[in-house]
């Protein structure tokens, strides 16, 4: 399955990829995509487009109040020279269509992908001391976190399980391709489980890990007639804590009866 021919999230996954293969160690803030997936747009664009946008990009530096008003974008406070509001406008037709868009459908798109990450960065605390209110308060707005986003790096760990890793290269060129994020998304978390649950069972095999009773109730290698403690909460507490040893007594006489039988059968057959 893939997208419908007139969507611009695979080109606007492919912008995100550009711009976040720039920088892959610092990453960038949702700001910073919009400001370069802008420039990286207008430039692939042809002259007059380019032109068209260079007009429309100056205009955005210095947008009337009706263009504040009807641009896609999110108000940025303070004001420009001439003492309007700056605005933060997508161009129309570009394929991030508005910071809103970006920011809550791209981008998590991408994350639920486990294509990208969201990371928190705390700048470092200033020693300096302000000496008035107005001082204290763009210390303390200069000290907010910021999220950044980087792409996932493909893991470096080598694995032994029968199940092939997941590929990072080959997950973004199918859906730079057009599939739908659905699809994808499905298969990687089929990959995820059946990962888990093959280390899990060898995790089982070496004694490393010990099965939960609920895991215990769905193992097909459990031992017949031997009940968990959770099947024993409805007894008292001086049954509950007989009932191991008596099923374990009733198990060796049945294999002891089953045992006999068979040897008994087996010199009948003689």
Do not use: C
């Not at 999230?9 to 919009?34: D, M, W, Y």
């Not at 990286?40 to 955005?60: H, I, K, M, V």
């Not at 763009?138 to 000290?143: G, L, V």
């Not at 939960?212 to 290698?221: I, K, P, Q, S, V």
């Amino acid at each position: 399955m893939s997208l419908p021919a007139g969507s611009t999230l695979p080109t606007a996954f492919k912008l995100v990829h550009t711009i976040l293969s720039s920088n892959p160690q610092a990453g960038f803030t949702t700001r910073e995509l919009v400001r370069e997936g802008i420039a990286l747009y207008q430039a692939s664009s042809s002259s007059g487009e380019a032109s068209s946008s260079s007009s429309s990009a100056s205009d955005t530096a210095n947008p009337t109040p009706e263009a504040a008003k009807g641009g896609k974008g999110k108000a940025v406070k303070g004001r420009s020279s001439s003492g309007s509001p700056g605005v933060n406008v997508v161009p129309e037709g570009h394929p991030f269509v508005s910071t809103s868009f970006l920011k809550h459908r791209v981008l998590p798109i991408l994350q639920s992908q486990d294509l990208i990450r969201k990371s928190v960065h705390h700048p470092s605390a200033s020693t300096s001391t302000p000496s008035s209110s107005a001082n204290a308060t763009a210390q303390t707005s200069k000290s907010k976190p910021t999220f950044r986003w980087t792409l996932t790096p493909p893991s470096s760990t080598p694995s032994s399980l029968s199940t092939p890793a997941w590929s990072l290269p080959h997950h973004w060129d199918r859906i730079l391709a057009g599939e739908t994020p659905g699809k994808l998304h499905a298969e990687l978390s089929q990959n995820k489980m059946a990962r888990q649950v093959e280390e899990k069972e060898r995790g089982f095999a070496s004694g490393k890990l010990r099965r939960t009773e609920r895991e215990m109730w769905a193992w097909e290698g459990r031992a017949e007639g031997l009940t968990t403690r959770l099947e024993r909460l409805h007894l008292n507490k001086r049954r509950a804590n007989a009932r191991p040893a008596k099923e374990r007594r009733r198990r060796d006489s049945w294999e002891k009866l089953f045992g006999s039988d068979k040897r008994s059968s087996s010199q009948v057959a003689a």
